[in-house]
């Protein structure tokens, strides 16, 4: 059974700085693109990174490329996003998934607030 | 950037019911398209891909099909778990663009 487990959420300041964390079991974590999508309190979804299966090849959001950067370690199956120069703007449950067929994890909140 | 129009964005519809909703997109994606449901508080869960492909375990009354830039999910019989919301994603090119999405209601 796949499954995607997203940790590293929580309130920070803003200006500060998190890194999520995403556990992929089921699969083989090290063969898939995998991405970053996030959705803000009542909003839609919105995608923000992705990266190829062996961490060479990396695209992001406009609105977050600078201050995200997104990183695998295929020996722990595990995704990162680094997020930097955080805002309230950036405020959301952040999404770890693996597309196409898609699979998703249950999110994990980040609130940027003073 | 490509832009995905998702419609309507809301339905209401009763238990038994065909529903349709479509999403257009600005430019060809070929058929480099998914389909998503979301309830409330939960994560998304993924329904369709490459615009036609049903993901394992989603039941057969969900169906998805068009390419190029017009596509449709039909549920064809409109089942009391299906109340939730839809969103529409193109993975042809970065950024990787949802439609606004359509909340399916109980009439």
């Known amino acids: 059974e796949v499954q995607l487990v997203e940790s590293g959420g929580g309130l920070v300041q803003p200006g500060g700085s998190l890194r999520l964390s995403c556990a992929a079991s089921g699969f083989t974590f090290s063969s898939y693109w995998m991405h970053w999508v996030r959705q803000a309190p009542g909003k839609g979804l919105v995608w923000v990174s992705r990266i190829n299966s062996d961490g060479t090849y990396t695209s992001y959001a406009d609105s977050v490329k600078g201050r995200f950067t997104i990183s695998r370690d295929n020996a722990k199956n595990t995704l990162y996003l680094q997020m930097n120069s955080l805002t309230a703007e950036d405020t959301a449950v952040y999404y770890c998934?693996?597309?196409?067929?898609?699979?998703w994890g249950q999110g994990t909140l980040v609130t940027v607030s003073s | 950037d490509i832009q995905m129009t998702q419609s309507p964005s809301s339905l209401s519809a009763s238990v038994g019911d065909r529903v349709t909703i479509t999403c257009r997109a600005t430019h060809d994606i070929s058929n480099y398209l998914a389909w998503y449901q979301q309830k409330p508080g939960k994560a998304p869960k993924s329904l369709i891909y490459?615009?036609?492909r049903l993901q394992s375990g989603v039941p057969s009354r969900f169906s998805g099909s068009g390419s190029g830039t017009d596509f449709t999910l039909t549920i064809s019989s409109l089942q009391p778990e299906d109340f939730a919301s839809y969103y529409c994603?193109?993975?042809?090119?970065?950024?990787?663009?949802f439609g606004g999405g359509t909340k399916v209601e109980i009439k």
């Open positions: 998934m693996k597309m196409a067929p898609g699979f």
């Open positions: 490459a615009a036609s």
């Open positions: 994603q193109q993975y042809d090119s970065p950024p990787l663009t």
